[in-house]
Nanobody, 124 residues
Framework: QVQLVESGGGLVQAGDSLTLSCAASGRTFSRYAMGWFRQAPGKERDIVAA????????YYADSVKGRFIISRDNAKNMLYLKMNSLKPEDTAVYYCAAADSITIATTNSLYDYWGQGTQVTVSS
């Protein structure tokens, strides 16, 4: 069992930056591939970024490529999402998730554990 708690969301203006954090507890954090997802009202939950257990490989959705950076600190059991040049369309609830996978996980069904989410609102 892995418990995940996101933090760092808030209300920002377009063009601002924000960093989300995800604190993990329970089973060994470093064995899990991790991901950030987001869900806007009335839409499905989509992947934003993913990272392998070692941090050696990352994946980004086209909509955030070049603006967002995913990273992890296995010594601190932490996952991060640095979001730059935020746009109103980035407004959503952001979730971190853990996948028991040795490779990068880019689909929702591969993830075993989810946090409760943190709201990010970008005003124009």
């Amino acid at each position: 069992q892995v418990q995940l708690v996101e933090s760092g969301g808030g209300l920002v203006q377009a063009g601002d930056s924000l960093t989300l954090s995800c604190a993990a507890s329970g089973r060994t954090f470093s064995r899990y591939a991790m991901g950030w997802f987001r869900q806007a009202p009335g839409k499905e939950r989509d992947i934003v970024a993913a990272i392998t257990w070692s941090g050696g490989r990352t994946y980004y959705a086209d909509s955030v490529k070049g603006r967002f950076i995913i990273s992890r600190d296995n010594a601190k059991n932490m996952l991060y999402l640095k979001m730059n040049s935020l746009k109103p369309e980035d407004t959503a609830v952001y979730y971190c998730a853990a996948a028991d996978s040795i490779t990068i996980a880019t689909t929702n069904s591969l993830y075993d554990y989810w946090g409760q989410g943190t709201q990010v609102t970008v005003s124009s």
